[in-house]
């Protein structure tokens, strides 16, 4: 007892003798003076190398690549406190024993996940395969299906415990050395230091990795469905003849088969647990395409002409007029999508809307035998040739037009732009109180004229001007002149009948 007790005075402040780590001696030093001593002796040596394996692969990297370190302060701790329970039978038989045998601590080993992530990912990307998903390749007008395959991804967690435990058997346990330590120094026994010059091998540990997409092979039977023959648009117009009587014209338009591959649209579909991947089509794409044929197939109707011998009772058409077309887009794509995906009839009615015009062939035969209502009589004789040519052009804007029941004429709307490059010359035209050179001379004559039928017919007028002076051309009677001038200066009435 009273040698336990002087041991217990001398080392103090120190370590007990015969206590080493890692084959290193700490008896008889502080806790700060076997820590330096520790990280001295042992430096960056103390771990081994890790020998990473997987398939016929070997990746070697040092422990400090993996973010590998030895827990030395914690491993001085545990040597300090040996012999130093305070049960005085305990401490007394722990202090005799490691002065006979000796007492071997192994650090723990840790691995900051950290830094392990990064070590071992640049293992990862040669060693782990990953998932292939099922693919749908569309090559002209073929579908064709890949496979889908499991990957294996590197198990960066399991693989980092792999190592810190296999690191751990290579530095073996710590405890009482089986032979005293007199007989370790007679026979010349090294210190119980770990083999680090040999690589550790671990094996790399992966995880499955299943492909998010794992069917496509209906997939490519629907392509392939979609792409098997043509659309064909059809649509029944009513045309009008020279004569202006309706005929029915059909008409067709071809959706060919690469177009239909360009609408090709993939979408998964949560099947269980799994995805598989449908085909259909992109309706973005097909209402675009509807929006294009119905904005190139629309027209607005336009007007015939006809002219009529009373004595004949003929009526001959000028110009036959032409119905309007307006097509219905939404409609129309949602009638292309659906033949898309149920390809049984390729042969889609475009949904339209014929807009006659107001005044058709039919519409004059049924008020046969047709009256006349009234006369706008004038004279130009001794006009000059440009007046003459003007009134010549400016007359032919009217021939043969039909105004409906109930609507507005104006004179304006229908002469359209008085310029060289509608056949207008200069002539005398009155312009303020002046009389000037300018396009389109003698036009006033056409509107005084109509203006003098619609007068003599009874019909309501909306707007007429009288000239700024008295002209000699409308006269007589006085006062059934009307001046036109574009723009604002305008000859309108309504048709009440």
Known sequence: ??????????????????????GVSVGGLSRAQALSRLEGALGGGGLPYVALHAAGEEWILSAAELGGRLALEEAVAEAWALGRSGVFRRDLVARARALWYGYRVVPAVAIEPGEALRGLRQVA?????????????????QARAGAAETGHDLHVTAT???????????????????????ARWWRHEGPGRPDVAEPVRVSLVFREVAPSLTEVS????????????????TATLEEFDDQGRPRPVERRWLIDQPTLSAWLALERRAVGDEATLAVTVDR????????????????PPREGRFTYDPATEALTAL????????VDAAALAERVAAACLHPGDR???????????????RDLEALMPLSLISVGQTSFAGSTP??????????????GLTIPAGAAFSFLEHLGPVTAANGYSEAWIILGERTVLGPGGGVCQVSTTCYRAAFYGGYPLEERWAHTYRVSWYEPPLGLDAAVYSPGTDMRFTNDT
């Open 319 to 326: 110009t036959p007029g032409q119905n309007g077309i307006i």
């Open 347 to 361: 042969a889609v009615e475009v949904p339209l809307r014929i807009v006659s015009p107001r005044v058709t062939r």
């Open 160 to 182: 980092r415990l792999a190592i810190v435990e296999a690191v751990a058997e290579r530095l073996g346990e710590g405890g009482w050395y089986d032979t005293p330590r007199w």
């Open 218 to 233: 209906g997939a490519a039977e629907q392509a392939t469905l979609i792409l098997s023959t043509p659309i064909t648009l």
């Open 284 to 299: 973005e794409r097909i209402a675009a395409y509807a929006e294009a044929f119905a904005a190139a197939l629309a027209r």
């Open 386 to 399: 440009d007046r003459l040519q003007n009134i010549r052009a400016a007359t032919a804007r009217f021939h």
């Open 125 to 141: 990307v040669q060693a782990a395969s990953p998932a292939r998903q099922a693919t749908l390749r569309v090559a002209g007008l």
């Open 1 to 22: 007892g009273a040698a336990c007790w002087a041991l217990q005075a001398v080392y103090a402040g120190r370590i007990y003798p015969g206590v080493d780590i890692l």
